[in-house]
Each structure stands twice: as C-alpha cells, then as structure tokens.
C-alpha cells in the first residue's frame, strides 16, 4: 500500500529525498506522485494531519505540487498508474496554473448572527421589526464591502474563491497571486482597510486552495 502525498511534475523527482519523513517519488506519464509505502492507511488524527500538511508545506519549498486528499492510498504501482492516466490533463493544467503563483487570505470580520428568533431583551429595547431592518442593512453593507474588495484584488489576482469560515465572526477570501504581484496587493487591501476595524490580510501561502485537492 501506498500513502499519496503529492503531484508534481516529471521533473520533481528528486525532492521526495529532501523532506522529513523522505518521500518515494512514482514517475508516471508526464507527472511525479510523491508517495509513502505504508502497512496501514493513517489514523485519522490531529497529530497525522498535522504531519500530513507539514511535509505539503516542505514539498511546495522545493517545487510546485498539487496536494492529494489526505488518507488516500493505492495498492501498488498499476493502480497508481491507472490514476494518472485518467487525471494526468486535469493536474497538468492545474500545477501550470499554480507555478509562480501565491495565496494571500483577507479576513473580514461578519455581523453579529442574526438569531432565529429576537430575544425578549431586544423586544424592550426596540421592536422586531427594528432590529431585523438594522441586521438586514449590516449584511447589505458587508456584502458591499466583500464585493469592493474582489474588485480592488482584480487587477492582481489570478483566480478568487471564498473560503469557508474557520473563526464564527469572520468571512475568508482566498487570492491567487502571481509572485510579483503579492506585496502590491497586500498593500492595497491594508490601504483599503485603514477604516476599516479588524481586516486582516495573511500570507503570502502555498496556493493549496486552488490546488482542486485529489481524492481517489
């Protein structure tokens, strides 16, 4: 059985030996997987995740790779190889569109939730009717303002995409960025945000969210 790690291409192979646990390196076709023979599959733990992306983060130090799903394993080399075959077009354009490039993240704090229901608390102080209307006009202005900064990130970026929340209070949007371009636009969402409490631009990262994560 064997672990996946990691898809590169042909011209990778040499750095699976550079990173800690060393990793095999399966040429197949036009691509490189980056691979670990195990007995067993990996427990679903925090500390094998962990592991797992730290030697993502190494591999992308070296070359650029597409990350698999973690967990997933083929038996052998001709189930390895039948995989590439079937996907090697779809990874091969999406290492190309990766190369040279770098992800930056904009937090952007969210409203307060909005409740199912208004608490009787609220009801002494303003009315149902009132309070929803106030709620309503904060979700239209952060929706304006995710909107202003999609269209201040285009001029720089390659692709966008909204990533799932990871803090309750706080909307992600993920940027592609060509490597030039990050500090010019990271210093445009901190110019943008001067008035604006508690955005926060992180990175620059290894483009992971727009590697199309593989699964088997």
Known sequence: MMLLYAVATAAAGSTGEMVDPPLQAHRSRGLTVFVQPRAEPPERSTREL????RVLHQLWSYVPVLPMRFGAVVSDTDELDQLVAERESEWTDRIAAVTGHSECIVH????DRVPDRVSERVKDEQTGSDY???RAAELKQHDA???ELRTLLAPYASELTTLPSVRPQEARLSVLLPDERVEDAREAVRDWATSRHEVMVTGPWPPFSFCQEVST
């Open 145 to 147: 303002e995710t909107a």
């Open 132 to 134: 929803l209307r106030r």
């Open 50 to 53: 962990l592991g797992f992306g």
């Open 108 to 111: 952007l704090p969210l409203p």
